[in-house]
């Protein structure tokens, strides 16, 4: 699991991470570690970035319906999943910026969840010129009131102490009841216990805090912006969603029917419908998901 390295050795060069999506598997040598990164697919190139807890499984129900369309190069962030790297949301925008070095991609789609929205926001800000269209799905930002904080807060210091005192499985069980991971079922939801089950708890330990996104950075994106969530998501979640839509010059929102923080895996053909029109044609509404 997660945890600091020296420089990339010739052994892990020749053993690549295990490919999870199907896909080519290949190590990304950050300096203090490394990062697990997975290409499959053919057409233009979308980055996908999983939320906090997860790792690049969560986009398997994406990568295995679209990639006769994409080229999906999905990653572990450090902290997360294979990656070796530890913590720290500060270098991930680093991280995006050696890999899109790496593969010589000139620009690209760039797909974030929740907790890695603020990276992929602050990339866009940075990497103007790279970033073809963004798609920030159940993210937050700050300075948006929250009227319904009760269901949506995150209780990072009670998990923090949980992870310090050895008593991560209960973290765990916590976490998995919490309203934002709500709403999963058949192969969602057992990609999603996988997922969980294989989080060690470490970025609560070793990450300092990482950028925060705020609306005027929103705003000054002129890329083709995408915010998406479901509609059984938490009410300040879906108020996000749709400030971020008003904020960016060129952004819309889309609500997926009967999904949660996690619609992508509880409802992807949905999902799907709105994520594929978006990327084939940024310039023009997708399709409602509500309404499918």
């Not at 000139?106 to 929205?117: P, W």
């Not at 470490?202 to 479901?230: E, F, K, N, Q």
């Not at 509880?266 to 940024?282: D, K, M, Q, W, Y």
């Amino acid at each position: 699991m997660a945890g600091p390295v020296g420089r990339l050795g010739d052994a892990q060069e020749r053993t690549p991470p295990a490919a999870v999506l199907g896909g080519e598997a290949f190590w990304l040598d950050v300096g203090d570690g490394l990062i697990a990164v997975e290409k499959l697919g053919r057409g233009p190139a979308v980055v996908l970035l999983h939320g906090w807890t997860l790792d690049r499984r969560m986009w398997a129900l994406q990568t295995r319906a679209l990639a006769d369309r994409f080229t999906f190069i999905a990653l572990d962030r450090r902290g997360f999943g294979q990656s070796t790297a530890p913590a720290d949301r500060a270098r991930e925008v680093d991280d995006l910026a050696s890999l899109a070095d790496r593969l010589e991609l000139a620009s690209f789609h760039l797909v974030s969840m929740s907790q890695a929205g603020a990276t992929a926001i602050a990339f866009a800000q940075q990497h103007r010129d790279r970033v073809a269209t963004l798609v920030l799905q159940g993210i937050s930002i700050a300075g948006i009131a929250d009227h319904s904080n009760a269901s949506d807060r995150i209780p990072l210091d009670d998990y923090a102490a949980m992870v310090r005192g050895g008593r991560l499985d209960e973290m765990k069980r916590h976490w998995a009841g919490h309203a934002l991971m709500a709403g999963l079922s058949g192969e969602g939801a057992t990609i999603g216990a996988a997922m969980l089950a294989d989080y060690d708890g470490s970025d609560l330990l070793d990450g300092p805090a990482g950028p925060s996104a705020r609306l005027d950075h929103v705003a000054a994106l002129m890329m083709p912006v995408l915010a998406i969530t479901g509609d059984a998501d938490t009410s300040w979640r879906r108020s996000v969603t749709q400030a971020v839509a008003r904020s960016a010059p060129l952004g819309q929102a889309r609500f997926v029917r009967e999904g949660g923080h996690l619609c992508n895996l509880s409802h992807p053909i949905e999902f799907n419908a709105v994520l594929s029109a978006f990327l084939s044609r940024p310039l023009l509404p997708v399709p409602d998901a509500v309404n499918d």
